[in-house]
């Protein structure tokens, strides 16, 4: 263990209960941090008091009052209940994990920014969470003593749309649970296979929430470009929480009879690493990520990887992926590139674990820690 000795108070109340990208980070950078010697306490929602305190046994687990659980509620005691809390465990600095901050605290903030495209492509996203969370944005550019974000993609798209200067920042790379996220065997992979319900056959996967972003509708008319007249077509298995995407469900209204597209929703952790081990190709065209954590975690599993050169994505995938345009044409093109090359998918697969092990939650705490530092010195 290192010798941090700042004491911080991470907010956590807005992780929901299903963890998508930002419960996962959350869920994995606080051990990571713990295990530098930093002193956490943890406010997180009556849900998550075992959870995490199972999960860090060393960190202060602290409840929020149940209402939190409501956006509005949050927001409000986020305002209120949280600076009392960290006046109350004599903080040296709070962590604001996910946009919002208390704008009146009586120690520094340091805040998380996840991405910039509420600003850059505001119509991917539902109209009031553009509202909320570009002026949660512009207030943590004015307000926080130091912003952490993801990837350099994202650092310059906020100081180019929302302003800042460079010294506020700190480029923390998420990092990839390698235990969870390995080339799972036989068994693993035939038991996902059998609750999807797929038997033998291959399969195209996508791992994330299905919303515009992820440029899904794209994504299912380029597979069925590329597979439609195959003798033996991959199936398309969708998994991840729904989010809203008409444009996704006129394109699944196309797909012919004969191709099998399977939505399974949101999958526990557990089945993760078979689903992707598993999958010919993994395929995540979105239109542009802060990071692109379901991209790292397929190159864990050792999945040959088909994504785009948005934002972020090149920072994670680098040469270990294939790349295609968000277009359903590059798409077909590029899938059915990868589905027939055999040998390019395992040398992607090599390329892809390779690089999956240069990144780890223990040096993105590292950097959290010199963002919080850099916090408590203003």
């Keep these: 263990m290192g010798e941090s000795a700042v004491r911080v108070l991470l907010d956590a109340t807005a992780v929901p209960m299903n963890r998508g990208g930002v419960g996962r980070y959350v869920d994995d950078i606080v051990p990571a941090l713990v295990e530098l010697g930093v002193d956490i306490v943890l406010a997180c929602q009556a849900r998550d008091v075992e959870?995490?305190?199972?999960?860090?046994?060393?960190?202060?687990?602290?409840?929020?009052?149940?209402?939190?659980?409501?956006?509005?509620?949050?927001?409000?005691?986020?305002?209120?209940?949280?600076?009392?809390?960290?006046?109350?465990?004599?903080?040296?600095?709070?962590?604001?994990?996910?946009?919002?901050?208390?704008?009146?605290?009586?120690?520094?903030?340091?805040?998380?920014?996840?991405?910039?495209?509420?600003?850059?492509?505001?119509?991917?996203?539902?109209?009031?969470?553009?509202?909320?969370?570009?002026?949660?944005?512009?207030?943590?550019?004015?307000?926080?003593?130091?912003?952490?974000?993801?990837?350099?993609?994202?650092?310059?798209?906020?100081?180019?749309?929302?302003?800042?200067?460079?010294?506020?920042?700190?480029?923390?790379?998420?990092?990839?649970?390698?235990?969870?996220?390995?080339?799972?065997?036989?068994?693993?992979?035939?038991?996902?296979?059998?609750?999807?319900?797929?038997?033998?056959?291959?399969?195209?996967?996508?791992?994330?929430?299905?919303?515009?972003?992820?440029?899904?509708?794209?994504?299912?008319?380029?597979?069925?470009?590329?597979?439609?007249?195959?003798?033996?077509?991959?199936?398309?298995?969708?998994?991840?929480?729904?989010?809203?995407?008409?444009?996704?469900d006129a394109a699944i209204a196309e797909v012919p009879a004969a191709l099998t597209l399977v939505r399974p929703g949101y999958l526990p952790l557990e089945d993760l690493a078979g689903l992707l081990t598993g999958a010919a190709v993994v395929a995540y065209p979105s239109l542009g990520e802060g990071f692109g954590l379901p991209v790292l975690e397929a190159m864990a599993c050792g999945a040959p990887v088909l994504t785009t050169r948005r934002l972020s994505l090149p920072e994670v995938g680098g040469d270990a992926v294939a790349y295609c345009d968000v277009s359903p044409e590059s798409i077909a093109k590029e899938l059915a590139r990868v589905l027939r090359d055999e040998e390019l998918r395992a040398s992607l697969s090599v390329a892809a674990l390779a690089r999956a092990r240069t990144f780890s939650w223990a040096a993105s705490a590292a950097q959290h820690v010199k963002a919080y530092e850099l916090a408590a010195r203003r």
């Design 51 to 248: 959870v995490f305190g199972q999960r860090v046994p060393a960190a202060t687990v602290v409840a929020a009052p149940g209402a939190v659980a409501r956006r509005p509620v949050r927001l409000m005691w986020e305002q209120t209940g949280l600076p009392a809390l960290a006046r109350r465990m004599k903080v040296d600095v709070v962590h604001s994990p996910h946009y919002t901050m208390p704008l009146r605290s009586p120690v520094p903030v340091a805040v998380t920014l996840h991405d910039a495209t509420f600003f850059s492509d505001p119509g991917v996203h539902q109209a009031a969470k553009v509202a909320l969370f570009r002026t949660a944005t512009r207030a943590a550019v004015r307000r926080a003593g130091a912003l952490i974000v993801p990837s350099r993609a994202t650092r310059d798209e906020i100081l180019r749309l929302a302003g800042g200067r460079p010294g506020q920042f700190v480029v923390a790379p998420h990092g990839v649970d390698l235990e969870r996220f390995r080339p799972a065997g036989a068994a693993e992979i035939d038991r996902v296979r059998g609750a999807l319900a797929l038997g033998d056959r291959p399969y195209v996967a996508f791992l994330g929430t299905l919303e515009p972003r992820k440029n899904l509708s794209a994504l299912v008319r380029g597979w069925v470009a590329a597979c439609r007249n195959l003798p033996d077509p991959p199936a398309l298995v969708l998994a991840g929480g729904s989010g809203w995407d008409a444009q996704l």
